[in-house]
């Protein structure tokens, strides 16, 4: 599957576990579970998404 180039080099230089497309949501319900986060509207999965995107943005290079 063709990926930009900055996010190759990230996967290349990955040592550890992956979790495949199917089990994204299962590891999101799980990190909900565990920070005690409530599951609706704007908190949840949006809220992880989001902020996870905001932490990453930069490490990749990207500018807001």
Known sequence: MPVPHW???LLDRHE???VGVASVRKA?????EELNLPR???TG???IRRSV???AR?????ER
């Open 28 to 32: 999101f319900e799980a990190l909900l």
């Open 7 to 9: 996010f190759a080099r």
């Open 16 to 18: 550890g576990l992956y």
């Open 40 to 42: 609706e509207r704007e």
């Open 53 to 55: 995107y905001q932490i």
């Open 58 to 62: 930069p490490r990749i290079g990207e």
């Open 45 to 47: 999965l949006k809220l």
